[in-house]
T-cell receptor, first 115, second 111 residues
């Protein structure tokens, strides 16, 4: 079946502009996660959603970052007033349920470059 | 807080050599442990996992045993192939299923 998909695959933007990154999780997966992969910081957690519960935003690096998940499916990560340090690969993952034992399936990522 | 430490790379081996990539962790409670792999140009994919102490995860000839007494989850393979060249990430999942990753180890296998 279809895996996690993300769009766009690449995004180049100018400093100060806003960007939106999209994630389509695997159908039926109730948990959705965003991570960031960068040279300096490795792989770091940003935010996750579980069903209709309030999202865990504890990994968001600043208030310029926000995310929403509509209808329990598609999620959008928004970065306002982008900075050069936001350049990274943004990864989305989903899992069947939110607990320690379920595998997280990752999408191919969106490579964001802020000039 | 929770953290994962894995050996720095790159690790360069000849085909059919034995592979060990060390991974140790710090966590409260009883985390699940994972190895993820990222092949060139591809996304992260789960290689193996273990959810409790003394469990052994295995897949594609790779193995790792959850050692609570040494807080370790070392990855091993008896005979590596060129196709195993990739970046390997050790990770843990504790409260809330957020994954905490190690820095990653680049493996290069020469023919």
């Amino acid at each position: 079946g279809a895996g996690v998909s993300q769009s766009p695959s690449n995004k180049v933007t100018e400093k100060g502009k806003d960007v939106e990154l999209r994630c389509d999780p695997i159908s039926g997966h109730t948990a959705l996660y965003w991570y960031r992969q960068s040279l300096g910081q490795g792989l770091e957690f940003l935010i996750y959603f579980q069903g209709n519960s309030a999202p865990d935003k504890s990994g968001l690096p600043s208030d310029r970052f926000s995310a929403e998940r509509t209808g329990g499916s598609v999620s959008t990560l928004t970065i306002q007033r982008t900075q050069q340090e936001d350049s990274a690969v943004y990864l989305c993952a989903s899992s069947l349920v939110q607990d320690n034992y379920n595998e997280q399936f990752f999408g191919p990522g969106t490579r964001l470059t802020v000039l | 807080g929770n953290s994962v430490t894995q050996m720095e790379g790159p690790v360069t081996l000849s085909e059919e050599a034995f592979l060990t990539i060390n991974c140790t962790y710090t966590a409260t409670g009883y985390p699940s442990l994972f190895w993820y792999v990222q092949y060139p140009g591809e996304g992260l994919q789960l290689l193996l996992k273990a959810t409790k102490a003394d469990d052994k995860g295995s897949n594609k000839g790779f193995e790792a045993t959850y050692r609570k007494e040494t807080t370790s989850f070392h990855l091993e393979k008896g005979s590596v192939q060129v196709s195993d060249s990739a970046v390997y990430f050790c990770a843990l999942s504790a409260y809330g299923n957020k994954l905490v990753f190690g820095a990653g180890t680049i493996l290069r296998v020469k023919s």
